[in-house]
Structure formats: structure tokens, C-alpha cells
């Protein structure tokens, strides 16, 4: 290889923008946004990820770039960490780039140009956050991605809901952009330099250092969806076109997780176990409010992007972990908290990103979204039913996909708690392992439901379609939007089965960040076993697991077709041999999620009308709100609005008042100034 | 890492455990009839009734999909799967370290999603109605579980089913407080999830109360024979696991060939008094309103968080 890593990528950046400027250029010409703008950014992309696997290997590469302000020109760095992120980001938007070439083939020429622009700058954008080496640029990167998404979910501008979901996303990413600011602020201490190099170096004292940590924390935490500034999430990314959806559950959360790294790791260093705490407790409570809002959703799209809330709180869990392990002086376990993280953030962005596609796949050839107007789809979307299944089963954390792989290690490194000294926190930590072992089995309960529903059972009449689906779109999704799912499916399966492989990759990663790696038995395993520290503590080996698997399911399947005939009868369902069946009277997505309100609902809050026996027209309505909208957004939006009026006092709308302003301004100034 | 005998004995044992399942299961349905004072079948009732199914002809309904046709197949395959990790009558077990009690769990796990959505399949009320309780079950369960085997893994410092088997087998007889809690919570787990009284009960078909035979209820012939042999597998992998985590005595040690018989003696005496309890708890308790079923089973979870408490406090 003669190209440096941080060359290509840098390259690969430039070529996302000039195809995102070039798809603008031939205004109206949508076939050259269909077919050549989309597969060349996969393509792109494609080559990003290999320069991200190539620089994990690579020793740290760092350039000035002439470009930005005079006296402040732009630093880039190409680091493992980097690396990885980038592998995450080029890997995964490839599939979904692909994707997009066969989604978009029917819209509009103006829109399509547009919306070609925006996503390209968006990835670009992306990829210069995981790039930038300096406070300057990586805002700068930061805000780019911010207002590219803003635009890319305002697509559909003219619905005055996404348009409000829009703002709601615009307001709490910038709420989270000015923490991000103020912890730079901090770290810089006033020396006039904004390079990460010189932030590194910055010293502080541990009540600066956790300042910076709590604002790093929860500005990062705003974009990743965390507790409680989540509410931008289920709005936002629904709101979006399927694709755009994806890359934002699947990418941009990510890019979140890498500036939290990034910034407490690296940046801030010394890691206390005060701020693991803090991680684990909110990551717990992301997690469990996700996963139990997911079940109560009956629009596929927002059931899906709560479940990007419930996997940013494990990958939260993995992380706090993690900084108890560091904070205590567990180096090793410390790694292992980290490794379960990352890996967990790689999964969640392959499978979250199918999973989206899939959703868009319904979207798009059958105009549905509402989970209770589905049914019996894996008849005429047998190839989408079957990627959606492997998504599905990864996210519910089933072997041998890769969700259980990044589960099992957080798992792990739970179970390395009896080495820490803090009683508190060595109970604690088995806890919060049983919280995620919680989580699992309600994100299976919730995919059995979205599966179920969609795709099984026979076909409910749809209620509320959005959109009437043309005529060509009757059957599966296209050559290019199977090829994206199956892309990203494949990806499910390699990390759920070479999770070895993956483990060294990451191990440098965290070497790299921290100076610390897993146990070399750990690392000596060879491919096909997962051993997290010893083989005698755990091992997992998910290619034995699978050949044992199919083998024993062939063989059942053999054996029983050897001594048994195969004779079958197709009759009509027996359902304890009532008589008539219709397919209103199946499970709606709703009825599904009956017990959980039952089990869990104090959590929820809930409006219901039962209706009387002797009601005439008797109607049974539902309504399952956020608490958090009225114990934080509206107080905090009404005590804006409360300031803002009294500010408002002052415009009285005649000069003559205003230049009694300026005149009582300029008299303060004298007197401080003298 | 491994030699012949041991993959030999490895095979050997999960045949063994597959074909000895069903009799558990006809142990335990004839001790109920004698507490019931009813005259009890033969202990090979499932053998005959798996036997019937088999030959007869299997009815599908007509817009059944694959993944319908497919299940009864990936049940008995996890169900076999598990029976080849847990140790029943020696500790090696060559494929044992491929998955450990993480994994064990997430077999089961895969399983029950599995059935579940061959129960929605069909596109039935009733279909729907047990997948829904059969998840409700599982999501409760499943934590209690874990919490149970993670209270074992911490006394022997591993999750490889085979070692936590080797280091409490090897204890000094001491009182464990920890392990007392979570064999507790064990027992109600294994209650929940192999659908037997406090929580389902195995021989009901009333529709509004039953659990696991909502989900298998379109199934016939070769297919529910299926179905029902892995649900036997299950039952007995339980018991096999709660008797290696809490009454290990007896299983033979890796590479002791020698102590083979009497690893078989201890483990048939085990079964038969886990089935004597098992049928005495069924008779001796009613079933519960599916509400209920919350609170039995985050009792069960509970008590194995207490137990894993317990063994920080105990220990330090």
C-alpha cells in the first residue's frame, strides 16, 4: 500500500462532496443523482472503510490542511480510534448509498438533486468529524452534520408535524453543540490554542476535569439520543426518507459515541469512576425507557428509532463500565468495557441500518408504515421478510448474529466486578448486566411483535396508507435495494462470526487510546475463539455454534424425512375449530404490547377511555405519552417564553426610547471604562 | 483441544439426553397421577404419542409460510444444542466452551422467538394471543436466569458451564447462602419456562388460560411431535442444569471413564426425585391468573439478585 491512510480518507471526503455538488449541476437531470451519484458513493465509501481498517493497523498520522481562517488552518488526524469510525462509517453507508440509487428512483428531479447535495455533504461531514485534530474544525465538521441532517429530515417540509420534528432536532442539537463549545472552552484553559494536541496536554484540576466531563457527556449525549435529551429522536427519524433514516440511527448517533471517546478518553484522560456512575445510571435508564417505549409503538419507523435509544443506552453501559474499570485501576477490564462498546456501536449501525432499509422497503413499494395496516407481507416481499429477519434476530442479541457478540462482552465485563475495591459499585455492576439482560429479552419480545405483524399473519386492510403505491412498485423491493440489505445482512453475520478478528482490531483501538490492552490469552485465541480474558473464564465460538446448529437442524430434517413420510394436507386454519376467521381479529401491534402496559405501567403515562357496557357507539382510545415532555421540555420551553416576554418588554417600538437605550449604554461604558 | 473419547462421549450424550428426555417427561405425568389418585399411564406414554404423531399426516394451513414449516426443526435443533453444553453425566464436553451459560440462555431465547412467530404465522387470534404470553413469560424469565447462573459464575470465577460444574463439585460441603437464594429463584424460573402449574398448565387446552399451547396450536404430526419432544429436551436441560449448579455430586470428571456408571446411577436417582418434586409441586399448587405470573417470576429474580448479595457480603 503506497497511499497513506489519512491521504485516501481525506480524498474519499473530498470525492463525497464533489459528488454531492456534481449531483446538484445538471439541475433536473435526476438520472445522474439515480444512477451514477449513489453507486459512486458506495463505491466511495467502500474505499473509506478499507483506509479506516488500514489506519487501526497504522501508527497515528497527523497533517495541517491550508485550509480555513488565516492563522488557523485546519488539523487532521488519522488515529485507531479514527480508524474504526471511519471502517463504521464507509462500511455501513455503502449499503445504504446502494440502497438509496434504487429508493429514490421515483422522485421528483428537483427534490432528487436536492436531497442528492445534502446527504453527500452529510456523509462528508462525518467523516471530518472523525477526522478533525482540532476544537475549530471538528465544530465546524460537527455543525456541517447537523444543519445537512436538519435539511435532510425537513425533506418533506411541507407537513407541518415534520417540520416541528425538524426544529425539535435543530434546538436540542444545538443545545448539545453549546456544551460541546463550553467543554472545549474548558479543556483550552485560555492558551490561545485549539488543537487537540495542546487539549491533551491541558492540565486540570479534578473539579475542571469533571465539569468538562459532564458537559462532554451530555453535549454528546443530546445527538446520541440519551436520557433525557432524547425527544428529538422518535420525531426525527421517522420523519426523514428511509435512507436518510438509517444513516442518521445508524451513523450520526455513532458520531456521538466517537466524540464522547474521543473527548473523555483522550482529551480529558483520567478517567474517575465517579463519571463511570454517572454513564452507567443514565445509560441503564436510556436503555430500559427505549426498549419500553419501542413496545408501545405501532408506526414502524418510530419503533425503530426508539430502539436506537435503547442501543445507545447499552453501548452507554458498555462505556460506564468501562470508566469504572479505568477509574478503579483495571486497566484490562477497563478495555474489555471499551471493546464490548465499540463493538456494540458497530453492530447497532449494521443491523439498526438494515433494519431501516427494511422499513423503507415497506414504505416505498407498499406505502405503509403503520404497523397495525401490515400483515402477510413475507409473501410478497419474501426477500425483504428475510433480510428484516436477520436484523431482526440481530438486534434481539440471538446467536450467532452479531448483536449477542457485543451483548456477551458487556456481559463479560460485568463479571469482572468482584476485582474492584468499592463494595457499592461490585454489586452495582451485576445489576446493570441483569437491566441489559432485561432489555434483550424486550427488544425480542418487541421484533417478534414487528415481525409478526409486518410480515407473518395475513394481510389487514390498511387504514392510514401514506401513499397509494403505484402500480410497478406491487412486488419485492428492486435489484438495488435488495443488494444494500444484503449487504448489510452479510455484515451481521461476519461480525456475529468472526468476532475474534474484530476483538484485535479493537484491542488496538483501545490500546492506542489508553496505553492499556486486553490479556494477551485474550488476544492468542485465534479466529475462531472469543475469549474476552481466559479461556477457563469464558469463551464463545459462534462459526462451532452455527455448523453445530444447521448440522443438527439437517440432520433432524434428514432423519425425519428418512423414516417418516413427508405427507401434508393444506387446509384451512384450525384456531381451536372456531369457526370464522378474518384478519381483523389477529394481534394488532397494539394488543401485542398489552401485558408490558400491564407489567410496566407505572412508567408509561397513559391516557385511556374504556368504554361503558351499555355504550352505544363504544370506542376504546389509547394514548401513551413521554413523561418527559412535562417535567423538563415544556417547563424549560415555558420559562423561555416567560423570559423572553419580559425581555420583550423593552422593544416599545418608538427610536425615541431606543435612543435612550444607546444614551444609558454608552454612559455605563464610561463609567467602566474611564 | 480435544480427543476422540471426548467427541465420541460428546456425541453420545446429547443422543442420550434427546432420547432419554421423553421418559422424564412420562416420569413425572405418572408420579402426578399417583398423588392425584388417578391410575398413572406408562412411564413411555410420550414415546407412544411421538410415535403416533409421526406417522400421521401433517396438516398446514394454506397460506402458512416457511418460517412455519421451518420451526418445529430449529426448536428441536437449539433443544439439542443446549442438551450438548450442559453437563449431565461428565465434565467433558468438548463443545462445551463454544457457548457458554450466556450463550445457553440465548439458545432458549432463540427458541422461544422462534416459536413465537410460528405462532403468529398463521394469522389466528389465538396465535398471536400465546406468542404475546409466551414472550411475557420469556422477558421476565430470562433476567432471573441469568441473574441465578451469574450468582454460580461468580463463586467459580467463570461462565463455561463445565467449569463452574468442576469448581462446585469440588467444594467442601459448606452452607453457600448465596446458592440456597438462587436455587430458589431457579426452581420458579424452570416452573415459568417450561409451562408447568404455578404459571401454565401442561394439560389444558382452555383457551383463555393456556400459554405454550396457544403457540403450538396449529401444529400436527411430525411437526407438533417436534415440537413437544424439544419442550421434553427442554424440561430435561433444565433439570440437568439446576442439578449442575446446585446437587453437582456425582458427575464423572473429565477423562474419568471409570466413573461413568456411577455418574448414571446418581443422575437417574436425581431425575427421579427432580420428577417426584416437580409432579408434588403440581399438585400441590393451582394455577395462576396470567398477572400474576409478573410477580411470581420478578420474585424468582429477586431472590437471585439477593443471592449474588449475598455472595459479595459473605465474601467481603
Redesign the interface.
Not at chain 1, 30 to 37: S, T, Y
Not at chain 1, 56 to 78: I, K, M, N, Q, Y
Not at chain 1, 368 to 385: E, F, K, V, W
Not at chain 2, 10 to 37: D, E, H, M, T
Given at each position: 500500500m503506497t497511499v497513506s491512510p489519512l491521504i485516501g480518507a481525506l480524498a474519499a471526503t473530498a470525492a463525497w462532496l464533489a459528488i454531492g455538488v456534481l449531483a446538484l449541476v445538471p439541475a433536473g437531470n435526476a438520472a445522474f443523482a439515480r444512477k451514477i451519484a449513489f453507486p459512486l458513493g458506495a463505491l466511495v465509501g467502500l474505499a473509506l472503510a478499507v483506509f479506516g481498517l488500514q489506519a487501526a493497523w497504522e501508527p497515528a498520522e497527523s497533517l495541517t490542511l491550508l485550509l480555513g481562517l488565516p492563522d488557523l488552518p485546519f488539523h487532521v488526524r488519522l488515529d485507531p480510534l479514527a480508524g474504526f469510525f471511519l471502517l463504521l462509517l464507509g462500511a455501513v453507508s455503502a449499503g445504504i448509498s446502494v440502497y438509496a440509487a434504487g429508493y429514490f428512483h421515483d422522485e421528483a428531479p428537483e427534490r432528487l438533486t436536492l436531497i442528492g447535495l445534502q446527504y453527500f455533504v452529510f456523509l462528508a461531514a462525518m467523516a471530518l468529524v472523525t477526522l478533525a485534530d482540532d476544537a475549530y474544525l471538528f465544530m465546524v465538521a460537527w455543525e456541517t452534520m447537523a444543519l445537512a441532517s436538519y435539511f435532510l429530515v425537513t425533506t418533506d417540509h411541507h407537513q407541518p408535524a415534520i417540520r416541528s420534528a425538524g426544529f425539535l432536532y435543530l434546538l436540542i442539537a444545538h443545545l448539545g453543540a453549546i456544551a460541546i463549545l463550553l467543554c472545549f472552552g474548558i479543556l483550552h484553559g485560555g492558551q490561545g490554542d485549539y488543537s487537540f494536541a495542546a487539549l491533551r496536554d491541558a492540565e486540570l484540576t479534578p473539579f475542571w476535569a469533571s465539569v468538562a466531563f459532564l458537559l462532554a457527556f451530555f453535549g454528546f449525549g443530546a445527538k446520541a439520543g440519551m436520557l433525557p435529551l432524547h425527544a428529538w429522536l422518535p420525531e426525527a427519524h421517522p420523519a426523514a426518507p428511509s435512507p436518510v433514516s438509517a444513516l442518521m440511527s445508524g451513523i450520526m448517533l455513532k458520531t456521538a459515541i466517537y466524540g464522547m471517546v474521543r473527548v473523555i478518553y483522550d482529551l480529558i484522560g483520567g478517567v474517575r469512576w465517579e463519571w463511570g456512575v454517572i454513564v452507567l445510571l443514565i445509560g441503564a435508564a436510556t436503555t430500559l425507557f427505549g426498549v419500553l417505549y419501542a413496545l408501545m409503538q405501532h408506526d414502524l419507523k418510530r419503533l425503530l428509532a426508539y430502539h436506537s435509544v435503547e442501543n445507545i443506552g447499552i453501548i452507554l453501559l458498555g462505556l460506564g463500565m468501562s470508566m469504572v474499570f479505568f477509574g478503579f485501576g483495571h486497566p484490562a477490564a477497563g478495555v474489555l468495557g471499551l471493546v464490548a462498546a465499540l463493538y456494540h456501536t458497530l453492530n447497532h449501525a449494521v443491523f439498526k441500518g438494515l433494519l431501516f432499509l427494511g422499513a423503507g422497503a415497506i414504505l416505498h413499494r407498499r406505502g405503509l408504515r403503520d404497523l397495525n395496516d401490515m400483515?402477510?407481507l413475507?409473501?410478497s416481499m419474501p426477500r425483504t421478510a428475510f433480510y428484516f429477519?436477520i436484523g431482526a434476530?440481530a438486534i434481539?442479541?440471538?446467536?450467532p448474529l452479531n448483536g449477542?457478540v457485543s451483548e456477551?462482552l458487556t456481559?463479560?465485563t460485568a463479571?469482572q466486578?468482584?476485582i474492584l475495591q468499592h463494595?457499592v459499585v461490585?454489586?452495582l455492576l451485576?445489576?446493570f448486566?441483569?437491566?441489559l439482560?432485561?432489555a434483550?429479552?424486550?427488544t425480542?419480545?418487541c421484533?417478534?411483535?414487528v415481525?409478526?405483524?409486518a410480515f407473518?399473519?395475513?394481510p389487514r386492510e390498511p387504514r392510514h396508507p401514506v401513499h397509494a403505491p403505484a402500480a410497478h412498485q406491487a412486488g419485492d423491493c428492486g435489484p438495488m435495494e435488495r443488494l444494500g440489505m444484503a449487504w448489510l445482512a452479510a455484515g451481521c453475520f461476519v461480525l456475529g462470526l468472526f468476532p475474534a478478528s474484530m476483538l484485535l482490531l479493537l484491542n488496538r483501538v483501545g490500546t492506542s487510546l489508553t496505553g492499556w490492552g486486553l490479556s494477551d490469552e485474550a488476544l492468542a485465541s485465534g479466529w475462531l475463539?472469543l475469549v474476552p480474558t481466559t479461556?477457563?473464564?469464558?469463551?464463545?465460538?459462534p462459526v462451532?455454534?452455527l455448523l453445530?446448529?444447521?448440522g443438527?437442524?439437517l440432520l433432524?430434517?434428514l432423519l425425519?424425512r428418512r423414516?417418516?413420510?413427508g405427507?401434508?394436507?393444506?387446509?384451512?386454519?384450525?384456531?381451536?375449530g372456531?369457526p370464522e376467521?378474518t384478519?381483523r381479529?389477529?394481534?394488532t401491534a397494539d394488543?401485542?404490547g398489552?401485558?408490558?402496559r400491564?407489567?410496566f405501567g407505572p412508567l408509561y403515562l397513559m391516557k385511556r377511555h374504556l368504554p361503558g357496557p351499555d355504550d352505544p357507539a363504544p370506542r376504546f382510545t389509547l394514548k401513551i405519552e413521554d413523561r418527559h415532555w412535562y417535567w423538563l421540555y415544556l417547563p424549560v420551553a415555558r420559562l423561555v417564553e416567560f423570559v423572553s416576554s419580559r425581555v420583550g418588554l423593552l422593544q416599545r417600538g418608538r427610536i425615541s426610547i431606543y435612543l435612550l437605550y444607546s444614551f444609558i449604554t454608552l454612559i455605563a461604558l464610561l463609567v467602566f471604562v474611564r | 483441544m480435544s480427543d476422540v473419547p471426548d467427541i465420541a462421549f460428546q456425541i453420545l450424550q446429547s443422543v442420550l439426553v434427546v432420547l432419554a428426555a421423553p421418559l422424564v417427561l412420562g416420569w413425572v405425568n405418572q408420579c402426578r397421577a399417583w398423588l392425584q389418585n388417578r391410575t398413572a399411564p406408562s412411564i413411555c406414554l410420550p414415546y407412544y404419542t411421538l410415535a403416533k404423531l409421526f406417522h400421521k399426516d401433517a396438516v398446514i394451513a394454506e397460506h402458512a409460510s416457511p418460517v412455519f414449516r421451518l420451526t418445529p426443526y430449529i426448536l428441536f435443533g437449539c433443544m439439542w444444542l443446549a442438551a450438548g453444553i450442559v453437563p449431565v453425566l461428565a465434565t467433558s464436553l468438548p463443545f462445551a466452551p463454544a457457548a457458554d451459560i450466556i450463550a445457553l440462555v440465548a439458545v432458549f431465547a432463540l427458541a422461544r422467538v422462534f416459536a413465537s412467530l410460528a405462532a403468529m404465522d398463521i394469522g389466528t387470534a389465538f396465535g398471536g394471543l400465546g406468542a404475546r404470553r409466551e414472550m411475557l413469560i420469556g422477558f421476565l424469565a430470562e433476567p432471573a436466569m441469568l441473574m441465578t447462573l451469574f450468582t454460580a459464575a461468580f463463586i467459580s470465577g467463570s461462565t463455561q458451564l463445565t467449569t463452574i460444574v468442576d469448581t462446585l463439585a469440588h467444594r467442601e460441603l459448606a452452607l453457600y447462602p448465596s446458592l440456597a437464594f438462587a436455587a430458589v429463584a431457579f426452581l420458579m424460573v424452570l416452573l415459568a419456562e417450561n409451562a408447568r402449574v404455578p404459571v401454565d398448565n401442561p394439560t389444558t387446552h382452555l383457551e383463555l388460560t393456556m400459554l405454550h399451547e396457544a403457540l403450538i396450536l396449529e401444529y400436527s404430526a411430525r411437526h407438533l411431535a417436534l415440537v413437544e419432544w424439544a419442550a421434553a429436551i427442554k424440561l430435561f436441560a433444565y433439570m440437568t442444569i439446576g442439578f449442575a449448579l446446585f446437587v453437582p455430586w456425582g458427575i464423572a470428571e473429565a477423562g474419568d471413564w471409570a466413573g461413568l456408571p456411577f455418574a448414571v446411577a446418581a443422575l437417574a436417582v436425581k431425575l427421579a426425585l427432580a420428577g417426584a418434586g416437580l409432579a408434588l409441586i403440581e399438585t400441590v399448587s393451582a394455577k395462576f391468573r396470567l398477572f400474576l405470573a409478573p410477580e411470581f417470576l420478578s420474585t424468582a429474580f429477586l431472590l437471585a439478585v439477593l443471592g449474588m448479595l449475598t455472595h459479595f457480603l459473605v465474601r467481603g
Amino acid at each position: 500500500m503506497t497511499v497513506s491512510p489519512l491521504i485516501g480518507a481525506l480524498a474519499a471526503t473530498a470525492a463525497w462532496l464533489a459528488i454531492g455538488v456534481l449531483a446538484l449541476v445538471p439541475a433536473g437531470n435526476a438520472a445522474f443523482a439515480r444512477k451514477i451519484a449513489f453507486p459512486l458513493g458506495a463505491l466511495v465509501g467502500l474505499a473509506l472503510a478499507v483506509f479506516g481498517l488500514q489506519a487501526a493497523w497504522e501508527p497515528a498520522e497527523s497533517l495541517t490542511l491550508l485550509l480555513g481562517l488565516p492563522d488557523l488552518p485546519f488539523h487532521v488526524r488519522l488515529d485507531p480510534l479514527a480508524g474504526f469510525f471511519l471502517l463504521l462509517l464507509g462500511a455501513v453507508s455503502a449499503g445504504i448509498s446502494v440502497y438509496a440509487a434504487g429508493y429514490f428512483h421515483d422522485e421528483a428531479p428537483e427534490r432528487l438533486t436536492l436531497i442528492g447535495l445534502q446527504y453527500f455533504v452529510f456523509l462528508a461531514a462525518m467523516a471530518l468529524v472523525t477526522l478533525a485534530d482540532d476544537a475549530y474544525l471538528f465544530m465546524v465538521a460537527w455543525e456541517t452534520m447537523a444543519l445537512a441532517s436538519y435539511f435532510l429530515v425537513t425533506t418533506d417540509h411541507h407537513q407541518p408535524a415534520i417540520r416541528s420534528a425538524g426544529f425539535l432536532y435543530l434546538l436540542i442539537a444545538h443545545l448539545g453543540a453549546i456544551a460541546i463549545l463550553l467543554c472545549f472552552g474548558i479543556l483550552h484553559g485560555g492558551q490561545g490554542d485549539y488543537s487537540f494536541a495542546a487539549l491533551r496536554d491541558a492540565e486540570l484540576t479534578p473539579f475542571w476535569a469533571s465539569v468538562a466531563f459532564l458537559l462532554a457527556f451530555f453535549g454528546f449525549g443530546a445527538k446520541a439520543g440519551m436520557l433525557p435529551l432524547h425527544a428529538w429522536l422518535p420525531e426525527a427519524h421517522p420523519a426523514a426518507p428511509s435512507p436518510v433514516s438509517a444513516l442518521m440511527s445508524g451513523i450520526m448517533l455513532k458520531t456521538a459515541i466517537y466524540g464522547m471517546v474521543r473527548v473523555i478518553y483522550d482529551l480529558i484522560g483520567g478517567v474517575r469512576w465517579e463519571w463511570g456512575v454517572i454513564v452507567l445510571l443514565i445509560g441503564a435508564a436510556t436503555t430500559l425507557f427505549g426498549v419500553l417505549y419501542a413496545l408501545m409503538q405501532h408506526d414502524l419507523k418510530r419503533l425503530l428509532a426508539y430502539h436506537s435509544v435503547e442501543n445507545i443506552g447499552i453501548i452507554l453501559l458498555g462505556l460506564g463500565m468501562s470508566m469504572v474499570f479505568f477509574g478503579f485501576g483495571h486497566p484490562a477490564a477497563g478495555v474489555l468495557g471499551l471493546v464490548a462498546a465499540l463493538y456494540h456501536t458497530l453492530n447497532h449501525a449494521v443491523f439498526k441500518g438494515l433494519l431501516f432499509l427494511g422499513a423503507g422497503a415497506i414504505l416505498h413499494r407498499r406505502g405503509l408504515r403503520d404497523l397495525n395496516d401490515m400483515g402477510g407481507l413475507i409473501r410478497s416481499m419474501p426477500r425483504t421478510a428475510f433480510y428484516f429477519l436477520i436484523g431482526a434476530l440481530a438486534i434481539s442479541a440471538l446467536p450467532p448474529l452479531n448483536g449477542f457478540v457485543s451483548e456477551w462482552l458487556t456481559f463479560q465485563t460485568a463479571l469482572q466486578a468482584p476485582i474492584l475495591q468499592h463494595g457499592v459499585v461490585r454489586s452495582l455492576l451485576p445489576l446493570f448486566a441483569a437491566m441489559l439482560a432485561l432489555a434483550g429479552a424486550l427488544t425480542a419480545m418487541c421484533f417478534v411483535k414487528v415481525f409478526g405483524i409486518a410480515f407473518l399473519g395475513q394481510p389487514r386492510e390498511p387504514r392510514h396508507p401514506v401513499h397509494a403505491p403505484a402500480a410497478h412498485q406491487a412486488g419485492d423491493c428492486g435489484p438495488m435495494e435488495r443488494l444494500g440489505m444484503a449487504w448489510l445482512a452479510a455484515g451481521c453475520f461476519v461480525l456475529g462470526l468472526f468476532p475474534a478478528s474484530m476483538l484485535l482490531l479493537l484491542n488496538r483501538v483501545g490500546t492506542s487510546l489508553t496505553g492499556w490492552g486486553l490479556s494477551d490469552e485474550a488476544l492468542a485465541s485465534g479466529w475462531l475463539w472469543l475469549v474476552p480474558t481466559t479461556p477457563a473464564q469464558a469463551s464463545y465460538s459462534p462459526v462451532i455454534f452455527l455448523l453445530v446448529i444447521v448440522g443438527v437442524v439437517l440432520l433432524t430434517i434428514l432423519l425425519v424425512r428418512r423414516f417418516y413420510h413427508g405427507r401434508v394436507r393444506y387446509s384451512h386454519p384450525w384456531d381451536c375449530g372456531f369457526p370464522e376467521q378474518t384478519p381483523r381479529m389477529q394481534d394488532t401491534a397494539d394488543a401485542f404490547g398489552q401485558s408490558i402496559r400491564h407489567v410496566f405501567g407505572p412508567l408509561y403515562l397513559m391516557k385511556r377511555h374504556l368504554p361503558g357496557p351499555d355504550d352505544p357507539a363504544p370506542r376504546f382510545t389509547l394514548k401513551i405519552e413521554d413523561r418527559h415532555w412535562y417535567w423538563l421540555y415544556l417547563p424549560v420551553a415555558r420559562l423561555v417564553e416567560f423570559v423572553s416576554s419580559r425581555v420583550g418588554l423593552l422593544q416599545r417600538g418608538r427610536i425615541s426610547i431606543y435612543l435612550l437605550y444607546s444614551f444609558i449604554t454608552l454612559i455605563a461604558l464610561l463609567v467602566f471604562v474611564r | 483441544m480435544s480427543d476422540v473419547p471426548d467427541i465420541a462421549f460428546q456425541i453420545l450424550q446429547s443422543v442420550l439426553v434427546v432420547l432419554a428426555a421423553p421418559l422424564v417427561l412420562g416420569w413425572v405425568n405418572q408420579c402426578r397421577a399417583w398423588l392425584q389418585n388417578r391410575t398413572a399411564p406408562s412411564i413411555c406414554l410420550p414415546y407412544y404419542t411421538l410415535a403416533k404423531l409421526f406417522h400421521k399426516d401433517a396438516v398446514i394451513a394454506e397460506h402458512a409460510s416457511p418460517v412455519f414449516r421451518l420451526t418445529p426443526y430449529i426448536l428441536f435443533g437449539c433443544m439439542w444444542l443446549a442438551a450438548g453444553i450442559v453437563p449431565v453425566l461428565a465434565t467433558s464436553l468438548p463443545f462445551a466452551p463454544a457457548a457458554d451459560i450466556i450463550a445457553l440462555v440465548a439458545v432458549f431465547a432463540l427458541a422461544r422467538v422462534f416459536a413465537s412467530l410460528a405462532a403468529m404465522d398463521i394469522g389466528t387470534a389465538f396465535g398471536g394471543l400465546g406468542a404475546r404470553r409466551e414472550m411475557l413469560i420469556g422477558f421476565l424469565a430470562e433476567p432471573a436466569m441469568l441473574m441465578t447462573l451469574f450468582t454460580a459464575a461468580f463463586i467459580s470465577g467463570s461462565t463455561q458451564l463445565t467449569t463452574i460444574v468442576d469448581t462446585l463439585a469440588h467444594r467442601e460441603l459448606a452452607l453457600y447462602p448465596s446458592l440456597a437464594f438462587a436455587a430458589v429463584a431457579f426452581l420458579m424460573v424452570l416452573l415459568a419456562e417450561n409451562a408447568r402449574v404455578p404459571v401454565d398448565n401442561p394439560t389444558t387446552h382452555l383457551e383463555l388460560t393456556m400459554l405454550h399451547e396457544a403457540l403450538i396450536l396449529e401444529y400436527s404430526a411430525r411437526h407438533l411431535a417436534l415440537v413437544e419432544w424439544a419442550a421434553a429436551i427442554k424440561l430435561f436441560a433444565y433439570m440437568t442444569i439446576g442439578f449442575a449448579l446446585f446437587v453437582p455430586w456425582g458427575i464423572a470428571e473429565a477423562g474419568d471413564w471409570a466413573g461413568l456408571p456411577f455418574a448414571v446411577a446418581a443422575l437417574a436417582v436425581k431425575l427421579a426425585l427432580a420428577g417426584a418434586g416437580l409432579a408434588l409441586i403440581e399438585t400441590v399448587s393451582a394455577k395462576f391468573r396470567l398477572f400474576l405470573a409478573p410477580e411470581f417470576l420478578s420474585t424468582a429474580f429477586l431472590l437471585a439478585v439477593l443471592g449474588m448479595l449475598t455472595h459479595f457480603l459473605v465474601r467481603g
